[in-house]
């Protein structure tokens, strides 16, 4: 949503402000790259501009798995990378879920969060074999197991540990603790253009030495350069309540029917998924519920996990996907220095925090580049 002429005349003309850093974006990585800079250079002035609420993106909308990634994204990367680089990928999310653990979830006592295990689950008549011949699971960790109790599924493998955390609490978090770093976050204002000077919003002209574009699923509304980059998708969930309560506490992931599911609190369970019953229609930036999608993950709690629920919410979020599903952490050809930290795919909650780092460390020019560099690079001109 943008603001009329007549409904920013009732509110304020454009004001200045002075910063030295800008973020685009209050997402968790937004903010966590605001975490990070300040983390790593104390004296840096850093302003956030949330176009609606901090949260209102996929980080307050996912289901709130923090985990490093399945089984199958692993098997995924190592076909394509070859096994060396997909350990370094594992490794990676590995510190960032440390990291997160380490400095945000035990340092802050109101956030609540699990320490659980994930678990990508195969379903009756796959054959392990298969998948372990050409993919080493013991040395990403996995572990197999089975007796699920569940009739679906031959087993799945398993890595610990994980977090299972409420999103939007760990933001809120965020947002309080950088605002006691004087960190300004400006919500409900959205960016327009990168400038010689910083950058413009709706309401301001901000001079800042450097910006940094944290929208991903949204980058390419903000400038077309991103369409080919950064390709936005829509994820829909549902919360049911359980008629009896779910004795699994883990993250679950079923790589065939692409689904993923978690207990949230006492008989409510969340589920999330099926895009691929109507890919092309999952396309784009908005967020919305459709019955296919939702009707397809019912009948996976019926059919699949043999439940008894009722539906207690519906909702939808936007992911943004690299043509690789892996970050992309660069530096872009624009009119004053400036940096795009985004394309997190599925997996924004378990590699954002490090990869946030990783921007902090190119703006203070402690790296040449990214991690991610090695696997995903592009030049984008503004
Ligand atoms: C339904 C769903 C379930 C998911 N489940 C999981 C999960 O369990 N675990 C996991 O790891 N990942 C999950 N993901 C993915 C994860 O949520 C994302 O990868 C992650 O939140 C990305 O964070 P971000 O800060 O980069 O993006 P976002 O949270 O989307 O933040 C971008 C922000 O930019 C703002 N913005 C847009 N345009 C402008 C502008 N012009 N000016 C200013 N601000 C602007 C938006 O309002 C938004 O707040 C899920 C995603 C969805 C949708």
């Not at 002035?45 to 798995?65: H, P, Y």
């Not at 879920?97 to 796959?126: N, R, V, W, Y």
């Not at 997996?347 to 925090?353: I, K, P, T």
Request: aromatic share 12%.
């Amino acid at each position: 949503m943008t603001l009329s002429h007549w409904q920013r005349s009732h509110s304020f003309a454009s004001t200045e402000i002075n910063t030295d850093v800008v973020i685009l974006g209050g997402g968790f990585v937004g903010l966590s790259t605001a975490y990070w800079i300040t983390e790593l250079c104390p004296g840096v002035k850093v302003t956030v501009i949330e176009r609606r609420l901090c949260g209102e993106g996929a980080s307050g909308r996912n289901a709130g798995f923090l985990t490093k990634g399945s089984a199958a994204f692993y098997r995924y990367l190592t076909r394509t990378w070859g096994l060396e680089k997909a350990l370094s990928i594992s490794e990676f999310a590995q510190t960032s879920l440390e990291l997160l653990h380490h400095q945000i979830l035990k340092a802050s006592p109101e956030i609540k969060f699990d320490k659980t295990f994930s678990m990508t689950l195969l379903k009756k008549g796959t054959d392990r074999r298969i998948w372990e011949d050409e993919f080493p699971v013991g040395q990403f960790g996995f572990e197999w197991r089975d007796n699920l109790s569940f009739d679906s599924f031959e087993g799945g493998y398993e890595y610990a540990p994980e977090y299972k955390i409420n999103p939007l609490q760990l933001l809120t978090s965020l947002k309080k603790l950088l605002e006691g770093r004087k960190v300004q976050v400006i919500e409900n204002v959205s960016g327009f253009e990168i400038t010689p000077e910083g950058c413009r919003t709706e309401l301001h002209l901000i001079r800042a030495k450097k910006v940094i574009l944290a929208l991903n699923g949204y980058a390419s509304e903000f400038h077309p350069s991103f369409k080919e980059v950064f390709y936005p998708k829509r994820a829909q969930m549902l919360a049911v309540e359980l008629e009896t309560d779910l004795e699994h506490q883990g993250l679950y992931y079923d790589p065939d029917d692409k689904v993923y599911w978690r207990r949230a609190s006492d008989r409510v369970l969340l589920i999330g998924g099926k895009r691929l019953l109507d890919a092309t229609g999952e396309v784009g930036v908005f967020d919305k519920i459709s019955p296919v999608i939702q009707e397809g993950l019912e009948n996976y709690l019926t059919d699949e996990l043999g439940i008894k629920y009722k539906v207690i919410h519906r909702w939808s979020g936007i992911m943004g996907f690299t043509k690789t599903e892996l970050p992309l952490i660069e530096k872009l050809n624009a009119p004053l220095e400036a940096y795009v930290v985004g394309g997190f795919s599925g997996h924004g909650m378990g590699f954002g925090f490090h990869s946030a780092k990783e921007m902090a460390e190119l703006i203070a020019g402690h790296k040449q580049q990214s991690f991610f560099s090695s696997f995903n690079k592009e030049t984008i001109k503004l």
